[in-house]
């Protein structure tokens, strides 16, 4: 079973950028697809997108205009920006093992957007 | 995108007890992809069941999923303790992947 960690600033000015890495270990980045999905404070799940080790990736449309995922194999890790964020951006980011299956999760980072 | 509706919104139930959560697709799910998940209050989610019935590794025999097409069913045999927590449906047969509003269960 692989472990997920992510990791990235806490609180993010409105019209910034959110970056968030995460880092696998236990297994190769290059095995598995992989996600990122978010939850608002209280509320429900929302997929963001997906990588694989090749570069290729999937968004989803409400946030594709947005959204960047990339990976770098070199250090096992994948990575998130969310450009333009406002409020409604703010909560716990999870990465996830899987490509729309999420296997395997990190234990989330919470990001606040807030000047 | 396919909208997944969750009922009950709470589920007041007592340990030992059946508990029967229910998810409505809004179209068809293809091929039967849809998993539940479980989440705790400051955890992450954790994967129960995939393609509708088949449970994830390390997932007691209690919880079982069935349906098939804009209806299904995660049931819990028997509430353990710990099972007290929401549960969240999830599609993932047509892009992007969805999830329901989540079903809190909790004690009664």
């Known amino acids: 079973q692989v472990q997920l960690q992510e990791s990235g600033p806490g609180l993010v000015k409105p019209s910034e950028t959110l970056s968030l890495t995460c880092t696998v270990s236990g297994g190769s980045i290059t095995s598995y697809f992989w996600s990122w999905i978010r939850q608002p404070p209280g509320k429900g799940l929302e997929w963001i997108g997906y990588?694989?080790?090749?570069?290729?990736?999937n968004y989803n449309p409400s946030l594709k205009s947005r959204v960047t995922i990339s990976v770098d194999t070199s250090k096992n890790q994948f990575s998130l920006n969310l450009s333009s964020v406002t409020a409604a951006d703010t909560a716990v980011y999870y990465c996830a093992r899987g490509v729309s299956v999420a296997a395997d999760w990190g234990q989330g980072t919470l990001v606040t957007v807030s000047s | 995108e396919i909208v997944l509706t969750q009922s009950p919104g709470t589920l007041s139930l007592s340990p030992g007890e059946r508990a029967t959560l229910s998810c409505r697709a809004s179209l068809t799910v293809s091929s039967s992809y849809l998993a539940w998940y479980q989440q705790k209050p400051g955890q992450a989610p954790r994967l129960l069941i995939s393609?509708?019935?088949s449970r994830a590794t390390g997932i007691p025999d209690r919880f079982s999923g069935s349906g098939s097409g804009t209806d299904f069913t995660l049931t819990i045999s028997r509430l353990e303790p710990e099972d007290f927590a929401v549960y969240y449906c999830?599609?993932?047969?047509?892009?992007?992947?969805?999830f329901g509003q989540g079903t809190q269960v909790e004690i009664k």
């Open positions: 999830q599609q993932y047969g047509s892009s992007p992947p969805t």
């Open positions: 990588i694989y080790y090749s570069g290729t990736t």
């Open positions: 393609g509708a019935s």
